[in-house]
């Protein structure tokens, strides 16, 4: 050990260091200290550990391109991309993604129709109005709900909410895009809530003070001035949300059907790529045939829509927060 | 805050805070959707398990009649997997979340592998089977057993648990470290006797949230073959297996009535398993805080 001082104490005169030791305590802090060669073969067993979530990435997406490489070369990117038809079962097999694509796109606008209002509702109410008494209820409230297993929701939609929603709409069949749509919406607004809450949390309270001290009353306030200042925050939640509600599985599995079609009409049956993936892998398919690799390529959209909305979140965030 | 047509201004301020009470109130109406949905969900869940929730539900094994049938192998199936899951994970979790916050120093290999932790959290849980299916089940020949599900499962959880432990190292004051190293501590000796145990509440109540979220996982079980009638309970790491989602999963999806009970039975004891460890992880965050506290 040096007989100086570790920096961190002695430079009064650089703020800034000091700054980025305290964010960051391994910048600076350890400079001087000595590492036997135990110490290192620890640090390189804990590198050796984070890599693990690196090539979990890389080995998903080589598992996907390469176990694709054998559907892509019977069936034409052009038949994939371009067709509206999607028929493994049949003997005739037609594979057109958008059968499957739009049942997702369905269930998905039906639950963003649900989740986003109510789920920045919850986020205004909870960081703007409630008292501190009805925090401490609402937010583990809503925790609960996010724990809520998927299969359980799945159940819920096709015994409870399709018989209910029979009542109203006439001609519902028993697995149909509404109910599926409306419930994995549920699902979805304690991430809304929360995540927005968080970005409204952020928002300084000098910009609400200037608004009231012009005459603002309470409402015009969070709605003109907080909410549009938390905008880039709000945005993410509502990207992050709707991309969980693309791979959402079970809901859609249990409650939207196993008829791959392309229709707008939600009281149909229809079916998710999702779904597909578990419909063929809970069968027998046998290995090698071309349905059974058809999971792998559905897989592989499924994985680069969800990957691209996320790293489009993480942007918006990055890019459009206010600095304050 | 209008003005009229002649440019006189009005302030109205009665009108406007009557507006804005009125809309505060939808606000809060549509929070306590949310939770009136919960409470729905348990109460129905409730009603249609009451004639099937007994001793006897609990300990039989899965049958084609609905009268004679139980969860006991997918009940132990799950807590297998609960476990294994565990000792995969939280080690493999915290050992790169202590890397991350104690070790790497700024730049793009740690923004690089922050970017891919949090895209690794949104992606879907199905195509995490998929990655267990190629790798476990058949590249690493593990067959469908409970180990290729619980690596697939660890996998599935490892962001949430690094991400926590994350935010547990990083609430600990510097000071902690500072006055340890001004000691002449060693790294690993600062980390393992004093930033761990202070960081301990924090990474428990992770770990238990993480874990609660992998039992309550079916698509990726499904993907790699968990089986759906499971007439044994597992005697290794290396058997075949189910877990309460696919049981749950595979009986809703039956057209019958009784099946639908047995269903609502499963989920009520999914539910109070999952309960108990949310339950668990305050309780464990509590008594760390009191322990703290009290020194």
Same mark, same amino acid.
């Given at each position: 050990?040096?007989?100086?001082?570790?920096?961190?104490?002695?430079?009064?005169?650089?703020?800034?260091?000091?700054?980025?030791?305290?964010?960051?305590?391994?910048?600076?802090?350890?400079?001087?200290?000595?590492?036997?060669?135990?110490?290192?073969?620890?640090?390189?067993?804990?590198?050796?550990?984070?890599?693990v979530?690196v090539?979990?990435?890389?080995?998903?997406?080589?598992?996907?391109?390469?176990e694709?490489?054998p559907?892509?070369?019977?069936?034409?990117?052009?038949?994939?991309?371009g067709?509206?038809?999607?028929?493994?079962?049949?003997?005739?097999?037609?594979?057109?993604?958008?059968?499957?694509l739009?049942?997702?796109?369905?269930?998905?606008?039906?639950s963003?129709?649900?989740?986003?209002?109510?789920g920045?509702?919850?986020?205004?109410?909870i960081?703007?109005?409630?008292?501190?008494?009805?925090?401490?209820?609402?937010?583990?409230?809503?925790?609960?709900?996010?724990?809520?297993p998927?299969?359980?929701?799945?159940?819920?939609?096709?015994?409870?909410?399709?018989?209910l929603?029979?009542t109203?709409?006439?001609?519902?069949?028993?697995?149909?895009?509404?109910?599926?749509?409306?419930?994995?919406?549920i699902?979805?607004?304690?991430?809304?809530?929360?995540?927005?809450?968080?970005?409204?949390?952020?928002v300084?309270?000098?910009?609400?003070?200037?608004?009231? +001290?012009? =005459?603002?009353t309470? #409402?015009e306030?969070v %709605?003109?001035? $907080?909410v549009? /200042?938390?905008?880039?925050?709000?945005?993410?939640?509502?990207?992050?949300?709707?991309?969980r509600?693309?791979?959402?599985t079970?809901?859609?599995?249990?409650?939207?059907?196993?008829?791959?079609?392309?229709?707008?009409?939600?009281?149909?049956?229809?079916?998710?790529?999702?779904?597909?993936?578990?419909?063929?892998?809970?069968?027998?398919?046998?290995?090698?045939?071309?349905?059974?690799?058809?999971?792998? +390529?559905? =897989?592989?959209?499924l #994985?680069?829509?969800? %990957?691209?909305? $996320?790293?489009? /979140?993480?942007?918006?965030?990055?890019?459009?927060?206010e600095?304050? | 805050?209008?003005?009229?047509?002649?440019?006189?201004?009005?302030?109205r301020?009665?009108?406007?805070?009557?507006?804005?009470?009125?809309?505060a109130?939808?606000?809060?109406?549509?929070?306590?959707?949310?939770?009136?949905?919960?409470?729905?969900?348990?109460v129905?869940?409730?009603?249609?398990?009451?004639?099937?929730?007994?001793?006897?539900f609990?300990?039989?094994?899965?049958?084609?009649?609905?009268?004679?049938?139980?969860?006991?192998?997918?009940?132990?199936g799950?807590?297998?997997?609960?476990?294994l899951?565990?000792?995969?994970?939280?080690?493999?979790?915290?050992?790169?979340?202590?890397?991350?916050?104690?070790?790497?120093?700024?730049?793009?290999f740690?923004?690089?592998?922050?970017?891919?932790?949090?895209?690794?959290?949104?992606?879907?849980?199905?195509?995490?089977?998929?990655?267990?299916?190629?790798?476990?089940v058949?590249?690493?020949?593990?067959?469908?057993?409970?180990?290729?599900?619980?690596?697939?499962?660890?996998?599935?959880?490892?962001?949430?648990?690094?991400?926590?432990?994350?935010?547990?190292?990083?609430?600990?004051?510097?000071g902690?470290?500072?006055?340890?190293?001004?000691?002449?501590?060693?790294r690993?000796q600062?980390?393992?006797?004093?930033?761990?145990?202070?960081?301990?509440?924090?990474?428990?109540?992770?770990?238990?949230?993480?874990?609660?979220?992998?039992?309550?996982?079916?698509?990726?079980?499904?993907l790699?073959?968990?089986?759906?009638?499971?007439?044994?309970?597992?005697?290794?790491?290396?058997?075949?297996?189910?877990?309460?989602?696919?049981?749950?999963?595979?009986?809703?999806?039956?057209?019958?009535?009784?099946?639908?009970?047995?269903?609502?039975?499963?989920?009520?004891?999914?539910?109070?398993?999952?309960?108990?460890?949310?339950?668990?992880?305050?309780?464990?965050?509590?008594?760390?805080?009191?322990?703290?506290?009290?020194?």
């Open positions: 050990m040096s007989t100086e001082s570790p920096p961190t104490s002695t430079a009064p005169e650089s703020a800034a260091a000091e700054d980025r030791a305290a964010a960051r305590p391994a910048d600076d802090l350890t400079q001087q200290v000595y590492d036997s060669p135990k110490e290192l073969a620890i640090k390189y067993a804990l590198g050796a550990c984070a890599l979530s090539f979990t990435t890389l080995g998903i997406a080589a598992v996907l391109v390469i694709s490489i559907f892509f070369q019977e069936v034409a990117l052009t038949e994939f991309f067709s509206a038809e999607w028929t493994p079962q049949f003997s005739e097999k037609h594979f057109g993604i958008w059968a499957l739009s049942g997702t796109i369905l269930v998905t606008v039906i963003a129709v649900v989740a986003l209002p109510i920045l509702a919850s986020a205004i109410y960081s703007e109005y409630a008292a501190d008494w009805v925090r401490r209820v609402l937010k583990p409230g809503l925790e609960l709900l996010a724990g809520v998927t299969v359980v929701y799945g159940y819920f939609a096709l015994t409870f909410v399709t018989p929603l029979q109203f709409v006439p001609g519902l069949g028993v697995y149909n895009a509404l109910s599926a749509g409306i419930v994995v919406g699902m979805i607004v304690p991430m809304v809530a929360s995540l927005s809450e968080d970005a409204l949390q952020a300084p309270d000098s910009l609400s003070g200037a608004a009231y +001290a012009l =005459g603002a309470k #409402f306030t %709605l003109r001035v $907080n549009p /200042a938390a905008f880039s925050g709000i945005m993410a939640s509502f990207i992050l949300a709707v991309s509600a693309i791979g959402e079970m809901i859609v599995t249990l409650a939207a059907g196993a008829s791959p079609k392309m229709t707008l009409d939600p009281t149909q049956s229809i079916q998710t790529m999702t779904a597909f993936i578990v419909q063929v892998s809970k069968g027998d398919t046998p290995q090698g045939t071309i349905v059974y690799q058809s999971i792998f +390529a559905v =897989g592989l959209v #994985f680069l829509i969800t %990957l691209a909305m $996320n790293i489009f /979140a993480t942007r918006i965030t990055q890019r459009y927060q600095k304050y | 805050m209008e003005s009229s047509s002649n440019g006189t201004f009005h302030l301020r009665t009108r406007r805070k009557r507006i804005g009470m009125i809309l109130g939808v606000l809060f109406l549509a929070t306590i959707l949310g939770i009136v949905v919960l409470v729905t969900l348990l129905d869940v409730a009603m249609q398990s009451r004639a099937w929730l007994d001793m006897q609990l300990n039989s094994l899965p049958s084609r009649f609905a009268d004679q049938a139980g969860i006991k192998p997918p009940l132990y799950s807590l297998w997997l609960m476990g899951t565990a000792l995969i994970s939280v080690p493999l979790g915290v050992a790169s979340a202590v890397y991350l916050e104690e070790y790497a120093r700024d730049g793009w740690l923004q690089l592998i922050q970017i891919n932790i949090a895209n690794l959290a949104g992606v879907p849980s199905v195509v995490y089977g998929i990655l267990g299916l190629a790798l476990f058949r590249f690493a020949a593990l067959g469908q057993s409970l180990l290729a599900g619980a690596l697939t499962l660890s996998l599935l959880i490892l962001p949430i648990i690094i991400i926590s432990t994350q935010e547990a190292l990083r609430s600990l004051p510097t902690l470290r500072e006055s340890a190293y001004a000691l002449g501590a060693t690993w600062v980390i393992w006797s004093h930033v761990l145990p202070n960081a301990a509440p924090g990474i428990f109540t992770g770990v238990i949230l993480a874990l609660s979220r992998a039992i309550g996982e079916t698509a990726p079980l499904i790699i073959g968990a089986l759906t009638f499971v007439p044994f309970l597992p005697q290794s790491a290396m058997d075949q297996f189910t877990a309460l989602p696919i049981q749950i999963f595979n009986w809703t999806a039956r057209p019958q009535d009784e099946f639908r009970g047995l269903a609502a039975a499963a989920i009520v004891v999914l539910m109070i398993l999952l309960f108990a460890m949310n339950l668990s992880a305050i309780l464990l965050r509590d008594y760390f805080e009191r322990q703290t506290a009290g020194e």
